[in-house]
């Protein structure tokens, strides 16, 4: 079965760091590109970051351009968010998305994980 | 805040048809392929439509994508309670940092 789990959410204070994680299972990773989506309570959703399937090209909202760290371990199966600097605005859930191709720019995302959710707030 | 524009609600009664429209401009919609996706209730996006109008596999026909222009659409017809969902358009524009943008979202309405 085709599988994507995030984990790492939680409640943090404002300024300080969180380190999600994506695991991947059912389809070969380093296949394809992969990305970070999040929705804010009751928003829409709002395009996070993405990496190419051999991290060779990365890619970040303006909004976290600077804080966020994507990276992937293809010898895992994994995706990671590394959150620095966490802020009120980006409370949300975080979700973890397959790409239909193997780099940048995206393309359609075909496989969602069900999210992690991350509360900033003190 | 999204560069992609869509109606907030649309409503119709079962077995009716509704169409959500998605508009953007030349560097966004206008240069590259479309991607439709369905959020139902507490749920994750599934995607509906890839490259403006094809569907992957067990999506039933019912749903349907097309594209004019800077410009999209998603049409379902036969409606059922089973689609009340939120709905998003999505590609890539090319004036951003190598990022995707998401349409500001439709609710459909199963009346």
């Known amino acids: 079965e085709v599988q994507l789990v995030e984990s790492g959410g939680g409640l943090v204070q404002p300024g300080r760091s969180l380190r999600l994680s994506c695991a991947a299972s059912?389809?070969?990773?380093?296949?394809?590109?992969m990305h970070w989506v999040r929705q804010a309570p009751g928003k829409g959703l709002e395009w996070v970051s993405g990496?190419?399937?051999?991290?060779?090209?990365?890619g970040y909202a303006d909004s976290v351009k600077g804080r966020f760290t994507i990276s992937r371990d293809n010898a895992k199966n994994s995706l990671y968010l590394q959150m620095n600097s966490l802020r009120a605005e980006d409370t949300a859930l975080y979700y973890c998305?397959?790409?239909?191709?193997?780099?940048?720019?995206?393309?359609?995302?075909?496989?969602w994980g069900q999210g992690t959710m991350v509360t900033v707030s003190s | 805040q999204s560069v992609l524009t869509q109606p907030p609600s649309v409503s119709a009664a079962p077995g009716q048809k509704v169409t959500i429209s998605c508009s953007g401009s030349?560097?966004?919609?206008?240069?590259?392929?479309v991607s439709w996706y369905q959020q139902l209730p507490g749920t994750a996006p599934k995607l509906l439509i890839y490259?403006?109008?094809k569907r992957p596999s067990g999506i039933p026909d019912r749903f349907s994508g097309s594209k004019s222009g800077t410009s999209a659409t998603l049409g379902i017809t036969g409606l059922q309670t089973g689609d009340e969902a939120d709905y998003y358009c999505?590609?890539?524009?090319?004036?951003?940092?190598?990022?995707?943008?998401f349409g500001t979202g439709t609710k459909v309405t199963v009346l």
């Open positions: 998305a397959k790409d239909s191709k193997w780099e940048l720019p995206p393309d359609a995302f075909d496989i």
């Open positions: 059912g389809f070969t990773f380093d296949d394809y590109a």
């Open positions: 990496i190419s399937w051999n991290s060779g090209s990365i």
């Open positions: 030349s560097s966004n919609i206008g240069n590259n392929y």
């Open positions: 490259e403006n109008n």
């Open positions: 999505g590609t890539w524009d090319s004036s951003l940092s190598a990022g995707k943008v």
